[in-house]
């Protein structure tokens, strides 16, 4: 599993807005690690800083000063659709006949090479083979035959997928999610100005108040002075496909998504998974930091019930919360890392047990999922080599059966450890005394969500959108386009 991406946009009152974007950025550094870049607009020109590396890395003093202007756009990314080269880092910025453009994108399109091959056809240039640059050449076309808002919604009827966009054009900063809200957007106010974010974690930083998120099909303006902005529900759809993934792993857990703190999501799961299969042991423990949140709800529900459901005896605490693994920080996520040498090799740099909560002891550990298992049987393994009696591994998420087209390159079946294994076999591959999922019921009862309002293809096979050699969960097909002839040099 490779991670998402972070976008930002931000529009001021008068001052810079380079400096608020880098530490925007550096809040969603999370969400991916591979390149890092901001452009902005000073009212005459575009100027633009993108490079591969960690946002600390990509920019300097000089850099920022050099990013001039009010408005502007960032963009934080980890390759889920292109290259891994600079080509495919983003912002990916344009000049064109009616000005300059500017487009971060977190998410993925199921249908950019149909509308690569038609732009190509009509002469426009492709420097990488992202899905990014699709959408851009898209809507510069589209901005020489109408207005900005005209635009973005015919953009919005040919791409099909999941997206949220922030877009400079010349000096006016836009925010665009897609139609079933599959990948995150928010918006927050600043003291001087407005902020659209993938995570509510950027505007906190800049010490802003989070608006509300942008809805499915929305598209927001932000004023150039920073004042304001304007809204415009551009499409409407039946039902949401929210990615329950972010609350699960992705997002920050001080985060708040779709109304949802993430941190408390991440709790309530974990005493779902008690409620579900709870397990008597002398500890439990997180893997850090995904796990810890789950575990701290665990152990909490754990303090209440019996494995039963039956209410404890005053004097039963229940299963003891330990923290019984350390991290290395500056090791990045295991499963972020490109190859299967490097997640192997990681695993043992990156977690260090502490021999006193584990020794002679039975222990439960709590994770976020299981991908290909190469993490969960050398984890099971280091524990029992540090002395457990048994170790229990209990997941705060379905087991992950299909890969994710909509912006996390989340293996091919062929690699996921769930797509041909049932729980017992997995049990089994991982060496662990007993393993046990949350039910996909209890993730959408938790998110306060119907489970047709949810993006579960990666766990029940089943997608909301339009995917060739794929079943839809619901009644949708991909748009048919229109086949216009423009002339190349248009």
């Not at 906190?204 to 004023?223: I, S």
């Not at 042991?281 to 152990?299: C, E, I, K, N, Q």
Request: net charge negative.
């Amino acid at each position: 599993m490779t991670e998402k991406c972070g976008v930002v946009g931000v529009a001021l009152d008068g001052r810079d807005a380079a400096r608020p974007l880098y530490y925007a950025l550096y809040a969603l550094q999370h969400r991916g690690q591979e390149s890092a870049g901001i452009v902005t607009h000073d009212g005459f020109q575009q100027h633009s800083h993108v490079d591969r590396g960690l946002v600390g890395d990509v920019f300097d003093e000089g850099d920022l000063e050099g990013l001039t202007g009010s408005a502007g756009i960032g963009h934080v990314r980890y390759p889920t659709a292109g290259s891994l080269d600079t080509s495919c880092a983003q912002p990916f910025s344009v000049s064109f006949k009616s000005g300059s453009l500017g487009l971060s994108h977190n998410g993925n399109l199921v249908n950019a090479d149909e509308i690569r091959d038609e732009l190509a056809a009509l002469g426009h240039a492709f420097t990488s083979d992202g899905d990014t640059e699709v959408i851009a050449h898209d809507l510069a076309r589209n901005l020489l035959e109408e207005d900005l808002i005209r635009a973005v919604k015919r953009t919005m009827g040919r791409i099909h997928g999941s997206y949220a966009l922030t877009i400079s054009h010349d000096e006016t900063v836009l925010g665009v999610r897609d139609p079933q809200g599959n990948r995150p957007l928010c918006i927050g106010k600043l003291e001087d100005g407005y902020i659209l974010a993938s995570e509510s974690a950027a505007i906190d930083t800049l010490d802003g108040e989070l608006v509300r998120d942008v809805r499915p099909g929305e598209l927001v303006v932000l004023d150039a002075d920073g004042g304001g902005f304007d809204s415009y529900q551009l499409v409407d759809e039946d039902n949401t496909a929210h990615c329950f993934f972010e609350h699960v792993y992705f997002a920050r857990p001080d985060s708040v998504i779709d109304d949802t703190l993430v941190y408390e999501a991440r709790r309530e799961l974990g005493r779902k998974l008690w409620t579900e299969s709870g397990v008597e042991t002398d500890v439990v423990m997180p893997v850090p930091d995904s796990g810890r949140a789950f575990a701290s709800g665990y152990a909490e529900a754990a303090g209440e019930t019996t494995p039963d459901g039956e209410a404890r005896p005053e004097d039963d605490d229940g299963v003891e919360f330990a923290e019984g693994l350390m991290k290395n920080r500056y090791v990045g996520r295991t499963f972020i890392m490109p190859t299967q040498d490097e997640r192997e090799r990681a695993v043992r740099l990156k977690l260090n047990p502490i021999k006193s909560t584990i020794e002679g002891k039975t222990v439960t550990v709590i994770d976020d999922s299981i991908v290909r298992g190469t993490t969960s049987t050398q984890l099971v393994q280091l524990l029992k080599d540090c002395g457990a009696e048994e170790v229990h591994v209990r997941i705060g998420a379905p087991p992950i059966v299909a890969p994710c087209y909509m912006g996390i390159d989340m293996a091919t079946r062929e690699e996921l450890i769930a797509a041909d294994k049932d729980t017992d076999e997995i049990r089994e591959a991982i060496d662990a005394d007993s393993l046990a999922y949350l039910s996909t019921d209890s993730v959408a009862d938790v998110l306060e969500a119907e489970r047709d309002d949810l993006c579960l293809g990666c766990v029940t096979g089943e997608y909301p959108y339009d995917i060739e050699d794929e079943e839809s969960d619901r009644d949708v097909v991909r748009p048919e386009l229109e086949g216009r002839t423009m002339h190349a040099d248009d």
